[in-house]
C-alpha cells in the first residue's frame, strides 16, 4: 500500500467483514449507511436490499442458521434499529447467530439529549435483547468490534449481538495500511467444546438401561451440522426418535424410526428421553404436565452447548454439555455392536400407534372437499416437496402452520424454516429471501393470509433480486377464519375478519412476479409444479374453505376464553 494513502471506516466495516468470509449483507439504505450499502457492493459482497429492516434482519437470522455464519442486517438509526431489533431479539430467542450493525447519531449530542436527527441511546436499548452489544468509536477499533461481533455471535450458544456505527465514524480516515492491520481475521470463531467423558458414561449408561427410550432433535441439532453422526447415533441405538419443527428432515420424515406420527403417545410413555438441542420451554410443554404421563416416570439426557440451560425446567439426570458434533461422536464412541437395540415391546407399540395415524391421516388427505382446506391443499403441497425435497420451506400462520408441520414431509437437514421459539408472526418473507440467497434454492413459503400480511411487500423484494421463491398465501378471509361477525351492529367487520376474496395473486404481479389464483389441490399442485420448474417469483392464492380453522390453531390451550367457547 503506498505510504500516505489513507482509508476510513466505511471501507474498514466492509473489509473487516469480508476478511472473516462474510459476504451477504441483508439491509435497508439511509442515513447515514446509505454508501455503506454502495461500496460494500462495489467491493463485491452481496447487498440484498429490504423495505422494512425487520425482514432485513429476519433474513440475517435465517441465514446465520443455515450458514452457521452470522447473518449481518444493517439499518439506518433510531426508527431504523428499531426495526430491525426485533428480529434481532427473535434471533436471540432462536440461538441463531446475527449481528444488526445500526448507524448512529453523534454521542456527544445523543448523551446530552440535545435533540440530533433519529436520535437515540442504541446501544441500551439493544443490551438487554441481544446476547452482546458493542459500540465503536474509533476507525482504529473497527477491525475489534467486528471480530467481537463475530466471536458473541458464533460462540458457546450462539444468538444476536449488535453493534453501533455513530456516523463520525464511518466518515473518519486513517491511514490504509494501519487499517489493514488493525483487522481481525477471528480464528476458530466456535470453538469445539468437547463433552466430559463422565459425563458422556453416565448418559451411556441411562440410555443403557432404558425400557422406552426416546430421542429428542431440536433445532440446535439442526444448526449445529453434525448430520452425518446424528443419523448414526439414532438408527445404532435403534431408539424412536422426534424431531422439532425445524429439525425435520435432519432424518428423512418417512425414515421408519420417526415417531411424529405417534408423538402424543412416546412423550407421554418413554421412561428415558434424550434431547439433543433442544429446550423443554412450552413448545414440550416445560417437561412436565399431561403431555409427558404419569408424573416421575422419566429420566432425561441433555445434550446442550449451555450449561445453564439444564434443569430450567425439570430435573435433567444426565447433562451432556458441549457442542452438539462432539457431544454425538463421543457417544457413538460408546455404541458399539454390542449395543442392544430398545426392547421389540417398545419399538413394536410406537409402530402400531405410528401407523394408525397415518392411515388416519391418509384417509383425511385423500378427501376433495369443495372449497379446498387446509388438509386438502397441504396434501398438494406435500407431493411436491416429495418430489423436490432440496426445496426450502418456510412456513408460518396459525392453523397453516400446524397443519403444515405435521403434513408436509421434509427429506433434507436444514429444509424447513419457521416461526420458532416465540411463534412469531412476521418471519415469512425474511427467511425466504435469505433460503434462496444463501443456497440458491428454491423456497416454497407456506403463509396463512394473516402472517403473510406482515411481511408481503417483500414480494417486491423477491421479484427485484429475480429468486426463486413461491408463496402460497392460504386465504381463509381472516385471522384464524373469515367467519366471525361484528356483534354491535356497526359497519364495522370483525377484528379477525379481512377483505373477503381478497387476490393476493395480484400484489406480485405488480413486481413483474407470476400470480396464481387456485381454488383446487389440482391448480395449486400445478401452480407450484410450473413455479418450481421455472425458477420465477410465484404467489399462489390458495383459495381456502373460510369457515375451516380453529382459534389459535393447536395452542388454544394458550387463549382461555377461545378455549371456554369450545367447551
Ligand atoms: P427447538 O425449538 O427445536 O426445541 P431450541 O431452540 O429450544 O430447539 O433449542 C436449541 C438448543 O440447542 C439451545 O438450548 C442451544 O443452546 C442448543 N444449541 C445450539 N447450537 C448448539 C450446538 N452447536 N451444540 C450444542 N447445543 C447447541
Not at 56 to 83: E, H, M, R, W, Y
Not at 369 to 396: C, G, Q, T, W, Y
Request: aromatic residues 6%; charged residues 20%; neutral net charge.
Amino acid at each position: 500500500m503506498p505510504k500516505g494513502e489513507t482509508t476510513d471506516g466505511f471501507h474498514l466495516v466492509i473489509d473487516a467483514l469480508k476478511l472473516n468470509d462474510i459476504d451477504t449483507i441483508f439491509g435497508l439504505p439511509g442515513i447515514p449507511i446509505t454508501d455503506l450499502t454502495r461500496m460494500a457492493q462495489a467491493e463485491g459482497m452481496r447487498v440484498i436490499s429490504f423495505r422494512h429492516e425487520q425482514h432485513a434482519g429476519n433474513a440475517a437470522a435465517a441465514a446465520g442458521f443455515l450458514t452457521g455464519k452470522p447473518g449481518i442486517c444493517l439499518t439506518v438509526s433510531a426508527p431504523g434499529f428499531l426495526n430491525g431489533l426485533t428480529a434481532l431479539a427473535n434471533a436471540t430467542t432462536n440461538c441463531f447467530p446475527m449481528i444488526l450493525i445500526s448507524g448512529s447519531s453523534e454521542r456527544e449530542i445523543v448523551d446530552l439529549q440535545q435533540g440530533d436527527y433519529e436520535e437515540m441511546d442504541q446501544l441500551a436499548i439493544a443490551k438487554p435483547l441481544c446476547k452482546a452489544a458493542y459500540r465503536v468509536l474509533h476507525a482504529a477499533d473497527i477491525g475489534i468490534g467486528i471480530a467481537r461481533a463475530i466471536r458473541a455471535a458464533l460462540s458457546g450458544r450462539p444468538g444476536g449481538v449488535y453493534l453501533d456505527l455513530p456516523a463520525k465514524l464511518l466518515a473518519q480516515t486513517m491511514d490504509a495500511a494501519a487499517g489493514q492491520a488493525s483487522l481481525i481475521k477471528v480464528v476458530d470463531p466456535a470453538p469445539r467444546q468437547i463433552p466430559a467423558p463422565d459425563a458422556v458414561q453416565r448418559a451411556l449408561a441411562l440410555l443403557r438401561g432404558a425400557r422406552r427410550p426416546l430421542i429428542l432433535l431440536g433445532k440446535g441439532a439442526a444448526y449445529a451440522q453434525a448430520d452425518a453422526d446424528i443419523r448414526a447415533l439414532v438408527e445404532r441405538t435403534g431408539i424412536p426418535y422426534l424431531p422439532m419443527s425445524m429439525a425435520k428432515g435432519l432424518l428423512p420424515d418417512n425414515h421408519p424410526q420417526s415417531a411424529s406420527a405417534a408423538r402424543s403417545y412416546v412423550l407421554a410413555e418413554a421412561d428415558v428421553v434424550m434431547l439433543v438441542g433442544a429446550r423443554l420451554n412450552w413448545l414440550l410443554s416445560h417437561g412436565k404436565g399431561k403431555t409427558w404421563g404419569a408424573p416421575n416416570t422419566k429420566q432425561f439426557i441433555q445434550i446442550d452447548i449451555a450449561p445453564t440451560e439444564i434443569d430450567s425446567n425439570v430435573a435433567i439426570a444426565a447433562p451432556v454439555i458441549g457442542d452438539i458434533g462432539s457431544c454425538v461422536s463421543a457417544l457413538l464412541a460408546g455404541i458399539d455392536a454390542n449395543w442392544s437395540r430398545p426392547p421389540a415391546e417398545w419399538t413394536a407399540a410406537v409402530a402400531d400407534r405410528k401407523d394408525r395415524n397415518l392411515s388416519k391421516m391418509a384417509a383425511t388427505l385423500a378427501l376433495n372437499p369443495s372449497p379446498m382446506n387446509f388438509h386438502s391443499a397441504l396434501a398438494a403441497i406435500r407431493e411436491v416437496v416429495k418430489s423436490r425435497p432440496d426445496a426450502i420451506v418456510v412456513n408460518e400462520g396459525a392453523n397453516t402452520l400446524d397443519f403444515a408441520r405435521s403434513i408436509v414431509d421434509m427429506y433434507e437437514p436444514r429444509k424447513r424454516l419457521d416461526v420458532g421459539t416465540w411463534g412469531i408472526m412476521g418471519i415469512g418473507m425474511g427467511f425466504a429471501v435469505a433460503a434462496a440467497v444463501t443456497t440458491g434454492k428454491p423456497v416454497i413459503a407456506i403463509e396463512g393470509d394473516s402472517a403473510f400480511g406482515f411481511s408481503g411487500m417483500e414480494v417486491e423484494t423477491i421479484c427485484r433480486y429475480d429468486l426463486p421463491v413461491c408463496v402460497v398465501v392460504f386465504n381463509n378471509n381472516g385471522v384464524y377464519r373469515g367467519t366471525d361477525v361484528n356483534p354491535s351492529g356497526t359497519a364495522d367487520v370483525a377484528p379477525t375478519v379481512f377483505v373477503k376474496g381478497a387476490r393476493y395473486d395480484r400484489m406480485i404481479e405488480a413486481f413483474g412476479g407470476v400470480g396464481v389464483h387456485a381454488t383446487t389441490p389440482a391448480e395449486l399442485r400445478k401452480g407450484l409444479e410450473q413455479a418450481l420448474a421455472s425458477g420465477k417469483p410465484t404467489l399462489i392464492n390458495a383459495v381456502i374453505d373460510e369457515t375451516a380453522g380453529t382459534e389459535s390453531g393447536r395452542i388454544t390451550m394458550l387463549n382461555p376464553q377461545a378455549a371456554a367457547r369450545k367447551n
